[in-house]
Nanobody, 124 residues
């Protein structure tokens, strides 16, 4: 199965920025839709955003729209999550996920592969 590894998490103050990276193994990265999810303590894992196979289309949860940006570099087997104007409510473990196919998906149940997660903590 595809292996995904997230990195770039850390501690930032409210209003700050972080860029998360997710690197995938294998030769078929460009055939996967890539999503980002997050899970705060005591809460369900929730959708953050998704990017199409070519990177031409993105879709975001309302809670992060206008603040977060997803991009990908298929030559590097990497997808990014640029997070700006961070709020304490953004504190969570962030996961990248992959699914084969041509359609973007917003539910965790539609993704086949997951990374181990990276912690993002936003202080006030």
């Amino acid at each position: 199965q595809v292996q995904l590894v997230e990195s770039g998490g850390g501690l930032v103050q409210a209003g700050g920025s972080l860029r998360l990276s997710c690197t995938a193994s294998g030769r078929t990265f460009s055939s996967y839709v890539m999503g980002w999810f997050r899970q705060a303590p005591g809460k369900e894992r929730e959708f953050v955003g998704v990017i199409s196979r070519t990177g031409s289309s993105t879709y975001y949860a309302d809670s992060v729209k206008g603040r977060f940006t997803i991009s990908r570099d298929n030559a590097k087997n990497t997808v990014y999550l640029q997070m700006n104007s961070l709020e304490p409510e953004d504190t969570a473990i962030y996961y990248c996920a992959a699914r084969p196919g041509a359609y973007t998906a917003t539910t965790r149940y539609e993704y086949d592969y997951w990374g181990q997660g990276t912690q993002v903590t936003v202080s006030s």
